[in-house]
């Protein structure tokens, strides 16, 4: 099936720092989504991106919408410890309805 | 709105036993899914609908079956349940790309 291949897998940071993720793909996505999961919760839908190009923030938080279609970063400045957990990027590739989930990056925070 | 819900939280089964997982929507979603989650595997799709009465599968249906007579409900059900279906599920509904996640139902089959 469709991959995307999310990197890195983990992140040990300091509180302070910014944190840069991304996803790749061979395949052409219409829509690019970020997710957050804690511990026990589901995940948490942070940004959707619709448009290649797309540059969108959410508070700390910015992703963009690579112009290829391929690809899509998130970035997170100045880190604090609540952004701990696992982040999932997730494509729609065009005329699919169903998503493509990212393997997931787990970031921890050293206080 | 209560978003996604899921019943119940936490399940036990033995292999050979059958339950239903239980996912309801109030956003008048039309999408709708169904994921498992295991460690160091991410969210693999089980199977979805994109509207009442309309279901396809994922990609790892096999030895779950689901229906859609509701635009809000929307149950996975284990047949057999074996100890390779122990895992995290989780249901979604959501539009144009953009799916909101149920709290999930940690599932042990012995």
């Known amino acids: 099936g469709q991959q995307l291949n999310q990197s890195p897998q983990s992140m040990f940071i300091q509180e302070g720092e910014d944190v840069s993720m991304n996803c790749t793909s061979s395949s052409i996505f219409n829509t690019w989504l970020w997710y957050k999961q804690d511990p026990g919760e589901g995940p948490v839908l942070l940004i959707a991106?619709?448009?290649?190009?797309e540059l969108t923030s959410n508070g700390r938080l910015t992703a963009q919408f690579g112009i290829t279609r391929k690809d899509s970063f998130l970035n997170i400045s100045a880190s604090i410890p609540s952004d701990v957990g696992i982040y999932f990027c997730a494509g729609l590739l065009q005329g699919a309805q169903k998503l493509v989930f990212g393997q997931g990056t787990r970031l921890t925070i050293n206080p | 709105n209560a978003g996604v819900t899921q019943t119940p939280k936490f399940q036990v089964l033995k292999t050979g036993q059958s339950m239903t997982l239980q996912c309801a929507q109030d956003?008048?979603?039309?999408?709708m899914s169904w994921y498992r989650q295991d460690p160091g595997m991410g969210l693999r799709l089980i199977h979805y609908s994109v509207g009442a009465g309309i279901t396809d599968q994922g990609e790892v249906p096999n030895g779950y079956n689901v229906s859609r007579s509701t635009t809000e409900d929307f149950p996975l059900r284990l047949l057999s349940a074996a100890p390779s279906q122990t895992s995290v599920y989780f249901c979604?509904?959501?539009?144009?790309?953009?799916?909101?996640f149920g709290p999930g139902t940690r599932l042990t089959v012995t």
């Open positions: 956003m008048n979603h039309e999408y």
């Open positions: 979604a509904s959501g539009q144009r790309g953009g799916q909101y």
């Open positions: 991106l619709y448009k290649a190009g």
